[in-house]
């Protein structure tokens, strides 16, 4: 008896450490509801104990309504151990839930991280293409401006060559 109490202490209190921030009312109720039993099973263990040291026989022996009486004390507490594990399971299955909750949330979160990153990642490419093709053009419009300065001068250059010699030409 002392065993299976301590096995269930410990599978109370294991959760509480593990996962402290994630209860949630529900998960608290439940655990108050057992708690509650698990203090009701203390309680009737100790009437067993005092109804097993109860002798209200001539002489002091043991009749058969206190042996009655502890047996009906121990089917009690075996009703509420059985109450217990119930409840018990019920409470590590809600557990079990908000875990796979959690993962399934981790899971869905990290998927679109992953997007993100994806997403991140090709608008950088894309902006490094841009800025390297804005590189190009302006190398390419600073070519195109000297080709056409010299153009421009060489116009201007054999323009006045022209006016110079027909110049000439008029004067003579």
Known sequence: MKL????????FTLPAFCFQNSDSLAYQLQ?????????????KFGQFT??????????????????????DILKQIIETDNAIL????????????????????????EG??????????KLQTQNDTLNKDIQ??????RFY??????????IIGLALFVFRKISAKSRL
């Open 86 to 109: 119930k409840e018990t399971k019920t409470l590590l299955d809600f557990k079990t839930y908000q875990q796979e909750k959690v993962v399934s949330e981790s899971k869905e979160s």
């Open 31 to 43: 655990r108050n509801k057992i708690n509650g039993m698990l203090d009701s099973r203390v309680a």
């Open 4 to 11: 299976l109490v301590i096995t269930l202490l410990t599978i």
């Open 136 to 141: 190009e053009f302006k190398h390419g419009k």
């Open 145 to 154: 401006q000297l080709v056409s300065f010299a153009l421009a001068l060489a």
């Open 50 to 71: 005092e109804s097993l040291n109860q002798k209200t026989g001539i002489f002091g022996f043991k009749t058969k309504k206190d042996m009655q009486k502890s047996m």
């Open 112 to 121: 679109r991280n992953i997007g993100y990153m994806r997403t991140i990642n």
